[in-house]
């Protein structure tokens, strides 16, 4: 029989234990978020198929998540992105991060927007609901979904669960 010891201090295996532990959820975080598909890639997708220079893109890209909109723009107006963000536009860019756009890319910068009368809304008999794009060059920046009534509430593109 043979018998081996070594002398380890308590550092080195707290060090040793430290790094096993981060080498394991880093590989948990790496694992779990293969599987999924991150939002930007299915905007980018569905953005990267159409010209938004154009109406009939515009009105595409808007039919790609399911919705039916009035085939003219109820309003179109050129739009400057501001330079520093305030608070509320500070939220409004992360409606645009979680769905896979950044308006503090465009910075300063005008852009078009385009918003369109949705006349399929769930649970909306009326006109009370709007989708707005913008546009930089041929490109969709962003946008959302406005439900204009009193308390209404503005998410992004997808459609919500009936």
């Not at 399911?66 to 409606?95: D, H, S």
Request: charged share 20%; proline share 3%.
């Amino acid at each position: 029989m043979v018998i081996m010891s070594a002398k380890v201090s308590k550092r080195k295996v707290l060090t040793g234990l430290i790094v096993a532990v981060a080498v394991v959820v880093l590989l948990a975080v790496l694992l779990g978020k293969a599987g999924e598909a991150p939002a930007a890639s299915v905007q980018e997708s569905a953005a990267a198929e159409i010209d938004a220079g154009s109406n009939e893109g515009r009105v595409a890209f808007l039919q790609s998540f399911g919705w039916e909109v009035a085939e003219t723009p109820v309003e179109t107006q050129e739009v400057k992105i501001p330079v520093e963000f305030n608070n509320v536009f500070t939220r409004y860019n992360q409606l645009q991060q979680s769905q896979g756009y950044d308006l503090s890319q465009y910075a300063g910068k005008a852009v078009k927007r385009y918003v369109y009368a949705i006349t399929n809304y769930p649970e909306d008999e009326g006109q009370n609901h709007f989708a707005t794009v913008l546009v930089h060059g041929d490109e969709v920046i962003g946008g959302d979904v406005t439900d204009t009534r009193q308390g209404g509430n503005m998410h992004g593109f997808a459609m919500p669960a009936a």
